[in-house]
C-alpha cells in the first residue's frame, strides 16, 4: 500500500465518524446559511484567470514528505499575510492525520479573508463536497489517483452545482485525459508522484501540451524560484500551488514577489 492509499483510507475511516456526528441534514442547513455571506466572493476559477501568474499560497503545517513545518501555526495571520501580499487565492489543509490540518483553519479562514478558499483534503465521499461549502470553501481538490472516472465526473458536477469549482488533480498523461474526459476546467498537475514523493517540475510543462488553451492548469509542488515561474509562464500555465516555500518564509509578501520577479499584478 503506498501512502496516498495509506491516506484515503484513514480517510474514509474519518469520513464515517464524521457522518454520525454530523447529518446531511444539518449540513444542508448550514450550507444554506453560508451561502448568504459567500455569494458576492469571486470564484476560484475566475480568481486563477487574472492576468499574470496567479498564486494559491497554501496554509500548511505538516506534510508526510516534510513532517513538521509550522511548529508555530497562526493560520489565521498567515492567510491574511497571503492575502494582503496578493495571493489569488488560498489553499488549506484539513487533513488531520498526515498534514495536521483542521476543518476550522479553512472555516475561519474563509470567514476572515475576501479571496477564494481551496479545501486541500483526499475527497473520496461526496459528503467530503457538501463539508467543503459548509465550512465557506470556494473549490475542492479531487484527485485522479485516487477516484473513479464516475466519481471525477459526478463529483465535479456536484462542486459546481453547489457553486464551487474543482481542481482536478493529475500527475501523468492518462490521468490528465480523465481529468479532461470528466470536464475538468481547472487542471493541477502535482509535480510530486504521492506514492513515491519523487518531483519532477518540467511534470506540469510537458503535461499542459495535452489540454486546451481554456482549460486553467495548475503547477503544484517543487517551485522554488523565479526562474521556476518564468519557465511555467512561457508553457502557458497559469497558476501555481505553494506551500512548503511559503509556510519556512518570515516574509510572505518578499517571497512571493520575489518568486514572481515583480510585485504581484505585474508580468514576470
Excluded: W
Aim: glycine letters at 4%.
Amino acid at each position: 500500500m503506498n501512502i496516498l492509499q495509506e491516506i484515503a483510507e484513514k480517510t474514509r475511516q474519518r469520513i464515517e465518524k464524521e457522518k454520525q456526528q454530523i447529518s446531511m441534514e444539518l449540513l444542508l442547513e448550514k450550507i444554506n446559511q453560508r451561502s448568504v455571506h459567500t455569494a458576492a466572493r469571486i470564484s476560484f476559477k475566475e480568481a486563477l484567470q487574472a492576468p499574470g501568474m496567479s498564486y494559491i499560497c497554501e496554509v500548511k503545517k505538516a506534510s508526510p514528505s516534510k513532517g513538521l513545518i509550522a511548529p508555530y501555526f497562526p493560520y489565521l495571520q498567515i492567510a491574511r499575510e497571503y492575502e494582503q501580499a496578493g495571493a489569488a487565492a488560498i489553499s488549506c489543509l484539513t487533513e488531520p492525520f498526515y498534514f495536521q490540518g483542521a476543518d476550522r483553519y479553512l472555516e475561519e479562514i474563509a470567514q476572515a479573508v475576501h479571496i477564494p478558499v481551496l479545501r486541500k483534503d483526499f475527497v473520496v465521499d461526496e459528503y467530503m463536497i457538501y463539508q467543503a461549502k459548509a465550512l465557506g470553501a470556494s473549490a475542492v481538490l479531487l484527485i485522479c489517483a485516487m477516484l473513479s472516472d464516475e466519481q471525477l465526473c459526478s463529483y465535479r458536477k456536484l462542486a459546481e452545482s453547489l457553486g464551487m469549482d474543482a481542481l482536478v488533480e493529475a500527475h501523468d498523461e492518462e490521468e490528465v485525459q480523465r481529468a479532461l474526459q470528466a470536464g475538468a476546467e481547472i487542471i493541477g498537475i502535482n509535480n510530486r508522484d504521492l506514492r513515491t514523493f519523487q518531483v519532477d517540475m518540467a511534470n506540469s510543462i510537458r503535461l499542459r501540451e495535452l489540454a486546451p488553451e481554456h482549460v486553467v492548469f495548475v503547477s503544484e509542488s517543487g517551485i522554488r524560484t523565479a526562474e521556476d515561474i518564468r519557465r511555467l509562464r512561457e508553457h502557458n500555465i497559469q497558476a501555481v500551488l505553494i506551500g512548503e516555500t511559503l509556510m519556512r518564509s518570515a516574509d510572505k509578501k518578499e517571497a512571493l514577489e520575489m518568486l514572481n520577479g515583480s510585485p504581484l499584478g505585474k508580468c514576470v
